[in-house]
């Protein structure tokens, strides 16, 4: 191998410099005009395909979802609590509180939660059950014999409503069940959602007083009361709160909230585990002129992992906190704020396309409302006061986005959207995140209050939802836009404009004579660099890797197969092509045709299958011949999952193997440190640097002034955010 003169090697460097110095947002306005202008040229749209959007159910996390959606690109939907669980194998599956009838009881699927069919002398109301821990809770003086009435969640969609909707709105997370009349002129409601229990004590006309005792009895767990007027339900052993009963909320039929001070518990331990829990409401407020009934007392059992925080604040009660309340309201004194304490996690390869946030209004005050980033800290005990001489939660100058809030503008559901790709980009990119806020935009008037459910309501579809859609952009293609600079012998490396990806490759040998030209490469995917080129780390058909992190050999192509379940409800299957450079190229089925796909995005590519094999075609008719492998890592992956067996140039005849591409390279004459090693499957960069296995990190050998042009995109790569 030649040397890299000083020269030329200071040269790479300085256009490498330059690259990574100016900021990728420049890169990214450009990179998306010369993106759909090339686009046009390089690729055609795909006729014929089933296209539809789906949940990608590798990606999930505890509080988020992810949606691949017809264009390629992907939505992650993040909810306000948890929608998933772990099972035994420690993986994600929906949670389901679907309450069915159980002999004399009502009970989630999976027993964790219990209601009464109907009251009994001995009954508890509900048992909230967790491995050895479980509250029971029961109504002091409830009337015998009151039947429970279930209502499991069936959301009605409009002719209007997306597919993406429909599979974002989760039916099974939430449930209820109504106990008419348990008390005299009270009704009372618990609703199951998520991993919380909530009860609505409904009372329906006035009384002297408004007192509410529960009897509550606990396993492996102890109850105080907290300053802030809640009750902690924690574990004696290891102090742990488990369980959180916020203090009271309070509200009449037209949304009026009574004050913190208006509704209290007290709390009595009456021996053993046994509690007494008592709820009171204020009787001069609730008996005030203009009340209007009925009114809601709602305490509720939540599990402390809530992934949003939201309240509103007012310039006419500046020190009053409403973090519990189930909307918020913007008007000329009032402020409405919104933050999630974790985004929803991308891939590292992943382009922020745009973001929104949407909020349905419980009332519209035909006013312009805007949204604004939040520039310094800020928690539920937010009040006014503390804005103005504590600099909390203080509003950015700009707006981000804005909208009119009337119905013209509303969807069919009654919700506004806002535009927050801007700071969402920021937070990606590693600023610090204190959320977003809502007030009339400066310049407009406001007579009217806007208002907005918050995710304290008791049905999930009301609650804000916060949605990100971004591309997975891992390799390089003709339709992204690069920048790309020549090393010579040492390889080539590209930096994707739009989310900073760089990919480097390093040429290990060529074909020669009657064979096609082909070089095999060893690729570095800067994307990967924190993990390893395997399953589920990839869509690739391997679940293990004896490469460095972040590297792979380009014959390493695979197929896996995947399915989906359509708009009609049929299981369709598709599969995915990771390429040479780590690229992932979906294939749809064609309509009308069995084993026969397309590329989504139009490169002309066919794949067709057999039980035994799969082979990808060109537009110039050259061939990839995959062969089955026996295993499969994961019940999310079906039959099929092939490797790259030989490439077939149908002009010229000519078949290039895999094995004969291994055999030859492992026959070449390598410099010792150039060579992948069969017994220790260890890669080693040329000349003189060894990556290490866990990181970008460069192990430096003693040549004292010999480089290689490798270590220098790793060092400019580990020192650069994507974003």
């Given at each position: ?517 082909y070089t095999p490469e060893i690729v570095y995917n800067s994307a990967l660099a924190g993990t390893k080129y395997e399953y589920p780390n990839v869509q690739i058909s391997y679940w293990g890797c004896a490469m460095p992190n972040g590297f792979k050999i380009s014959i390493q192509e695979t197929l896996i ?163």
């Amino acid at each position: 191998m030649k040397k890299i003169g000083t020269r030329a090697l200071s040269i790479v460097i300085s256009i490498l410099m330059v690259i990574y110095l100016v900021p990728l947002s420049v890169y990214a306005s450009f990179s998306e005009y010369l993106s759909d202008k090339e686009n046009r040229d390089i690729a055609q749209e795909p006729s014929g395909i089933i296209r539809d959007v789906f949940e990608v159910t590798d990606r999930r996390e505890e509080t988020v979802k992810h949606f691949r959606l017809e264009d390629g690109s992907y939505t992650a939907v993040q909810y306000d609590v948890p929608v998933h669980y772990k099972d035994e194998e420690g993986k994600w599956q929906d949670i389901d509180n679907r309450l069915e009838s159980s002999g004399s009881e009502y009970s989630t699927g999976n027993a964790r939660i219990k209601c009464a069919n109907n009251i009994t002398a001995n009954a508890s109301l509900f048992t909230l059950h967790d491995g050895n821990r479980k509250i029971t809770m029961s109504l002091d003086g409830a009337v015998k014999k009151t039947t429970g009435q279930v209502t499991n969640t069936e959301t009605e969609f409009d002719g209007n409503a997306t597919r993406l909707q429909k599979l974002m709105t989760l039916d099974n997370l939430s449930s209820r069940i109504m106990y008419e009349d348990i008390l005299d002129g009270v009704d009372l409601e618990y609703v199951v959602e998520s991993l919380n229990v909530k009860e609505n004590i409904i009372v329906k006309e006035r009384k002297d007083s408004y007192s509410y005792t529960f009897t509550v009895k606990l396993n492996n767990l102890e109850a105080e009361l907290n300053e802030d007027g809640s009750v902690s339900i924690y574990d004696p052993d290891s102090e742990e709160t488990v369980y959180v009963i916020p203090a009271p909320v309070v509200y009449d039929a037209n949304m009026s909230y009574a004050d913190s001070s208006d509704a209290y518990y007290t709390l009595t331990k009456t021996g053993g585990n046994e509690y007494k829990l008592t709820v009171t409401a204020d009787a001069d407020w609730m008996n005030a002129s203009g009340r209007a009934f009925p009114v809601t007392v709602d305490p509720a059992v939540n599990v402390p992992r809530s992934s949003v925080v939201d309240l509103d604040i007012s310039s006419s009660s500046p020190d009053r906190s409403s973090p519990s309340d189930i909307s918020m309201y913007v008007s000329s004194t009032w402020r409405s704020y919104w933050k999630t304490t974790s985004l929803p996690a991308l891939p590292e390869s992943a382009y922020v396309i745009n973001a929104t946030i949407s909020l349905k209004a419980a009332q519209m005050g035909n006013n312009y409302v805007g949204v604004y980033q939040i520039v310094d800290e800020w928690d539920s005990t937010l009040t006014w006061n503390k804005t103005v001489n504590n600099d909390q939660g203080t509003f950015s100058s700009l707006v981000m986005d804005y909208v009119c809030v009337k119905s013209e503008n509303a969807d069919a559901d009654d919700r506004f959207t806002w535009d927050i790709t801007r700071v969402a980009k920021f937070w990606y990119n590693g600023t610090a995140n204190h959320g977003i806020g809502f007030r009339i935009v400066d310049g407009t008037s406001s007579t009217v209050t806007s208002s907005f459910y918050t995710s304290e309501n008791t049905l999930a579809a009301n609650r804000p939802i916060l949605m990100i859609n971004y591309k997975d952009m891992k390799g390089t293609e003709p339709y992204w836009t690069f920048a790309s600079q020549s090393a010579g012998n040492a390889g080539s490396g590209s930096v994707n404009l739009a989310n900073g990806n760089l990919v480097f490759s390093k040429p290990l040998l060529s074909t020669t004579d009657s064979l096609m030209a082909y070089t095999p490469e060893i690729v570095y995917n800067s994307a990967l660099a924190g993990t390893k080129y395997e399953y589920p780390n990839v869509q690739i058909s391997y679940w293990g890797c004896a490469m460095p992190n972040g590297f792979k050999i380009s014959i390493q192509e695979t197929l896996i197969k995947k399915s989906f379940y359509d708009k009609t409800g049929s299981l369709k299957y598709f599969y995915i092509w990771a390429d040479g450079d780590a690229t992932e190229h979906y294939f749809m089925p064609v309509e009308g045709s069995s084993g026969k796909y397309k590329d989504e995005d139009g490169l002309q590519l066919t794949l067709d299958v057999t039980s035994t094999s799969a082979v990808i075609t060109d537009s110039s008719g050259t061939k990839r011949n995959f062969t089955k492998l026996s295993g499969v890592p994961s019940s999310q992956v079906y039959e099929g999952w092939y490797h790259l067996h030989c490439i077939e140039d149908n002009v010229q005849g000519d078949r290039l193997s895999r094995s004969h591409l291994l055999s030859e390279w492992l026959r070449k004459p390598h410099h010792a440190s150039e060579v992948l090693s069969e017994p220790t499957r260890q890669f080693r960069c040329p000349r003189i640097f060894q990556p290490r296995r866990d990181a970008h990190t460069v192990h430096q050998k003693t040549q004292p002034k010999r480089h290689h042009l490798c270590s220098v995109f790793l060092r400019l790569h580990s020192s650069r955010q994507s974003y």
